[in-house]
């Protein structure tokens, strides 16, 4: 049986909360203290790199004997990133320009073996074709689901789904922040696989 190590989630994201704890795993949660500012010319995949591993790498003098996982998530539609709405007008934009179009998330996780700065990073990429979507279903979706939080405006866990005509990915909880498929390969290779 392998040795249980003590596992740190540095985030504050209820969305990773819910999806790490699906693994089954005792795990504590802490606030990465990271400038998420992107640098210029960077691509997103790159920035979603970039900031899981600055967010792992934020905990190890907190928890210098842990596991520690970092994640971010950056999305684009072409060129130009999709940043959180943060309020309803931003949503309702965002969703008129996604209508009938397809972007691309980025999701990225670092695991970190705190102890031997031995560092592991997968980039999940998931790309999202949107329905033809009216003015009138944008505002009643908002009504409904207000995701505001979420990078793109479209929860796809939620009603968002019905904004949303197909999703290609090799993880599908990439799309929602926190690829699970390739944190338990993490896991695994850093001693502590999820079935024991």
């Known amino acids: 049986m392998p040795e249980t190590r003590r596992l740190i989630?540095?985030?504050?994201?209820?969305y990773r909360r819910q999806l790490l704890g699906r693994l089954g795993l005792a795990f504590e949660c802490m606030s990465p203290e990271v400038n998420e500012t992107p640098i210029?010319?960077?691509t997103p995949a790159f920035t979603a790199r970039r900031l899981a591993t600055l967010k792992a790498r934020s905990a190890t003098g907190r928890f210098p004997e842990a596991l520690i996982?970092?994640?971010d998530q950056v999305a684009a539609l072409g060129s130009r990133?999709?940043?959180?709405?943060?309020n309803r007008a931003n949503a309702l934009a965002q969703l008129r320009e996604l209508s009938g179009k397809a972007a691309e998330f980025h999701t990225a996780v670092s695991l970190l073996d705190a102890p031997s700065a031995q560092l592991w990073t997968r980039v999940v990429p998931c790309r999202v074709r949107f329905r033809d979507i009216?003015?009138?279903?944008?505002?009643?979706y908002l009504d409904?689901?207000?995701?505001?939080d979420c990078a793109?405006?479209?929860?796809s866990?939620?009603?968002?789904i019905a904004l949303i005509a197909a999703i290609e990915t090799e993880d599908p909880t990439s799309l929602i922040g926190l690829p699970l498929i390739a944190l338990t390969e993490l896991l695994a290779q850093a001693g502590m696989p999820v079935l024991g």
């Open 134 to 140: 009216s003015r009138a279903q944008i505002e009643s």
């Open 69 to 71: 996982i970092g994640s």
């Open 9 to 14: 989630l540095a985030s504050t994201s209820a």
């Open 157 to 160: 866990e939620g009603l968002g």
């Open 81 to 86: 990133r999709l940043d959180k709405p943060r």
């Open 144 to 148: 409904r689901e207000q995701p505001f």
């Open 152 to 155: 793109g405006s479209a929860k």
């Open 40 to 42: 210029p010319g960077e």
